[in-house]
């Protein structure tokens, strides 16, 4: 294992009724917070009025910010800075889900910026934040580990580029995580939540480069076995809470630093494909990587041809391991939980521009450094894409 730091800055309370207590937690940083959250579904299962109750309770003005998409984009958020800034609010206060929560790190980055321009070169790596509002995290859509992590994915609106940036400042300090505001949430979407977590760790399982690395070979490998288990009985009983707690639990594991600790030679070459597919064609993150990881799989098929066999055993419960047996049965899973694994399973879209995709999967790499991509190699990754 190489040598690593790892700081797990946000004290998480978990389980039923904690959201109440978002007033509570709010008044630590001050009296006025923003308030960010989506496109309203929020007030409909009473989310909303527990928020705002809560806050009344304890003194906290509130600054109402809506609109926050699936997938950001950097006028929501830089709207949502000078809202703030007017208001002179202390805390965001970020409710939904990991897309919420990556706005709501942009605002927190953009309440010290000047411009957009200035915003987005923190986007482009040529920045790195030093300064944020602090943010308190209430999830209803588990996902990303945005509640646990640095990172904030953003789409720029005018150039449809879907960058991140990374910082410990934008941390949340707080994550309020309540798995019974889950349990309604459509199969549809909790598949695409489902295929989002497994990937978190599945690419730092197949591109690592340790020889011997058991700690975090079994971590990941219990992660992506719990994630698709818990998905498993999602789909024969929506509403099972305990599924519903420990998909919600693995979602904010996954991707907080802890299972690629020291995890030598470890990449996220799925999510270098994957951004440009959401950030030109608005898919949801997680039904983008159903589609990439099996063709970067099929890319690598030999080379990864042990893991897997591990993965296929320990995560699908297959009997037959061999590569492209153990490709067919990621597929099918995904296919199972209504997830598409290919682009002619993503009729929204009626074609795909590979050249475009190509472009900015190749930007992308370029930024990040952080795949394992051969000259040619992202544009056959998207071919294999195509059935």
Not at 113 to 120: A, D, G, K, M, Q
Not at 309 to 321: I, N, Q
Not at 367 to 375: C, L, M, T
Request: charged content about 20%.
């Amino acid at each position: 294992m190489n040598r690593f730091s790892l700081h797990l800055k946000t004290r998480v309370e978990f389980g039923q009724g904690v959201i109440s207590s978002v007033g509570r937690e709010a008044s630590a940083f001050g009296k006025r917070a923003l308030f960010l959250y989506g496109q309203g579904s929020i007030k409909k299962n009473g989310i909303y009025d527990t928020v705002v109750q809560s806050c009344i309770e304890h003194g906290i003005s509130l600054k109402e910010h809506p609109g926050a998409v699936p997938n950001p984009v950097i006028s929501h958020a830089v709207s949502g800075a000078q809202a703030a800034r007017e208001f002179q609010a202390d805390v965001i206060i970020a409710v939904g889900g990991g897309s919420v929560v990556d706005e709501a790190k942009c605002i927190a980055l953009a309440y010290y910026t000047s411009s957009t321009e200035e915003l987005w070169q923190y986007y482009l790596r040529k920045k790195t934040a030093q300064q944020a509002l602090p943010i308190i995290a209430v999830m209803t859509m588990p996902a990303t580990s945005s509640e646990m992590n640095g990172a904030s994915v953003m789409i720029n609106d005018e150039t449809k580029e879907k960058f991140s940036t990374r910082s410990q400042v934008l941390v949340p300090e707080v994550a309020l995580l309540d798995p019974s505001v889950t349990l309604d949430i459509p199969l549809h979407q909790t598949a695409y939540a489902a295929a989002d977590i497994m990937s978190h760790v599945l690419e730092g399982f197949f591109t690592r480069t340790d020889p011997f690395s058991p700690v975090q070979e079994e971590l990941s490998l219990g992660l992506m076995s719990a994630s698709k288990q818990s998905m498993d009985k999602i789909l024969d009983d929506p509403r099972n809470f305990h599924a519903r707690s420990s998909l919600m639990w693995a979602a904010s594991l996954a991707w907080n630093g802890l299972a690629s600790a020291g995890w030598e030679g470890a990449r996220i070459p799925c999510h270098t494909l994957e951004h440009p597919l959401s950030g030109l064609y608005d898919l949801p993150h997680g039904a983008g990587l159903s589609i990439t990881i099996p063709a970067y799989l099929t890319l690598r098929r030999e080379k990864y041809a042990d893991r897997l066999a591990v993965f296929g055993r320990r995560v699908l419960e297959l009997e037959d391991v061999r590569p492209d047996s153990v490709i067919h049965g990621l597929k099918q899973w995904y296919r199972k939980i209504k997830t598409p694994a290919c682009f002619n399973e993503w009729p929204q879209v009626p074609s795909f521009d590979i050249d475009l995709l190509v472009q900015h999967a190749e930007e992308l790499n370029r930024i990040w450094q952080n795949s394992d991509f051969e000259p040619g190699e992202i544009r056959r990754a998207y071919e294999l894409m195509e059935h």
